[in-house]
Structure formats: structure tokens, C-alpha cells
């Protein structure tokens, strides 16, 4: 079965820093990687996501992600956070079999930017 | 267009209450998902529609939980007997199509609380 780990629970950076979010994966196949992120009271959004082609990955906000097969890893980073990037950011695998479709998620990392 | 939305936004339930939870996908999405997030975790899924078929209830933790899709547009998630821990963020989630590597969208989510 598929599965996703974020090692880091909590990271708090400074304003204007660069930023690194570990992910790492378990799955048979290729897989089909995403990242979104949650703010308090929101849905989850949606900032990039990975299924084939060019493995650096552009998303909104100006967030980027590297998937590296022989890492199983799928890190997201960006080089200067700011301040309304505070929140909970989720990484997560798909899996299709043709007639079940679902995403698997790790358990978050919460991020806070210091001013 | 108007996303996906969720009602109600917060649910107070006793234990032993039934409840219903609604969600009403972005339209002309085929696929309709629902997931379950306690507090601190990651989402983790529940059951999958494609169109009004129910595909997938593999995540449904035992046989309290019920969702329906007669349309294939509106789903319910019903929870009967409530239980303590029951409680948790209930998001519902559409996609256009039915593959693995489809964006997934989410709704704002469904806050039960079980007393």
C-alpha cells in the first residue's frame, strides 16, 4: 500500500528565506505527487502537482518541487518565503486502478515565518 | 465557477446522534471523494463516487458511516450512533475526471464535534 512521510512536524523560518519541505513516498508505480496547503478554516489547496515529464515541477505561488525516483522523494521548496506563506502544507501520492481513485496523505508539516 | 462547498460548516452532535453531512461538488465533475482529518493528521480517505456509483468505500471505518451520490452530483456522508471519536474535519473533495493523476478539489470542510 502506498504511503507518504513529512519527517519534520514544525518549521519555522524567517522572512526572506529560503524554504525546503521533506516528503518521501511508498509506492509501486510511478506515482502521481502533489502538495497542498491548508490554512486554518480552509480547504486544501492545490500548489503543484507531478505525474510525468520534467521531474522540477513550477506550482503558484512561486513554490517548485524535485521528484527524485531514487530518493522516493518529492521535496517542495521555495526561495523566499513571506509572511502569508504561514500554514499547514500536506504531501500527498495518488492512486489509480482504473476503478478506485484516491489520494494518501502525510501528516503535515506547519509552517510559521518569523518577521 | 463556484467551488466545491460544504454544509454545514460545523456540526455539534451527542453521542448517539445521527448526522448528515453535504457536499456539493464543482459541476460536471465525474468524480466525488470524501475524506476524514482528526486533529494534527493528514486527511485520509473514506469513499469514492464516479458519478453515482460508490467505487470505493474501503476507508468507511465501520458500518455507522453511509455516503450516497443518487445523481451524481450531490453527495451525503451520514454518520449514524455518533461517537466520541467520530469527531474530526470532514472535507469532500471532486475531480473532472476519474485518474489518478487528476486535480483533486476541496471543499472548506465539515467540523464535527461529538459530545
Known amino acids: 500500500a502506498q504511503s507518504v512521510t513529512q519527517p519534520d512536524i514544525h518549521i519555522t523560518v524567517s522572512e526572506g528565506a529560503s524554504l525546503e519541505l521533506r516528503c518521501n513516498y511508498s509506492?509501486?508505480?510511478?506515482?502521481?505527487l502533489f502538495w497542498y496547503v491548508q490554512s486554518p478554516g480552509q480547504g486544501l489547496q492545490l500548489l503543484l502537482k507531478?505525474?510525468?515529464?520534467?521531474?522540477l515541477v513550477q506550482g503558484i505561488k512561486g513554490f517548485e518541487a524535485e521528484f527524485k525516483r531514487s530518493q522516493s522523494s518529492f521535496n517542495l521548496r521555495k526561495p523566499s518565503v513571506h509572511w502569508s506563506d504561514a500554514a499547514e502544507y500536506f504531501c500527498?501520492?495518488?492512486?489509480?486502478?482504473?476503478?478506485?481513485?484516491?489520494?494518501?496523505f502525510g501528516t503535515g508539516t506547519r509552517l510559521q515565518v518569523t518577521l | 465557477g463556484a467551488g466545491v462547498s460544504q454544509s454545514p460548516r460545523y456540526k455539534v452532535a451527542k453521542r448517539g446522534q445521527d448526522v448528515a453531512l453535504r457536499c456539493d461538488p464543482i459541476?460536471?465533475?465525474?468524480?466525488l471523494f470524501w475524506y476524514q482529518q482528526a486533529l494534527g493528521q493528514g486527511p485520509e480517505f473514506l469513499t469514492y463516487?464516479?458519478?453515482?456509483?460508490?467505487?470505493?468505500k474501503s476507508g468507511l471505518p465501520s458500518d455507522r458511516f453511509f455516503a450516497e451520490r443518487p445523481e451524481g452530483s450531490v453527495s451525503t456522508l451520514k454518520i449514524q450512533r455518533t461517537q466520541q471519536e467520530d469527531s474530526a474535519v470532514y472535507l469532500c473533495?471532486?475531480?473532472?475526471?476519474?485518474?489518478?493523476?487528476?486535480?483533486?478539489?476541496f471543499g472548506p470542510g465539515t467540523r464535527l464535534t461529538v459530545l
Open positions: 500527498a501520492v495518488g492512486s489509480y486502478t482504473g476503478t478506485a481513485s484516491k489520494l494518501t
Open positions: 473533495a471532486s475531480s473532472l475526471a476519474a485518474g489518478g493523476s487528476d486535480t483533486q478539489y
Open positions: 463516487f464516479q458519478n453515482e456509483a460508490q467505487l470505493d
Open positions: 509506492y509501486g508505480a510511478t506515482p502521481y
Open positions: 459541476s460536471g465533475h465525474v468524480s
Open positions: 507531478y505525474f510525468s515529464g520534467d521531474t
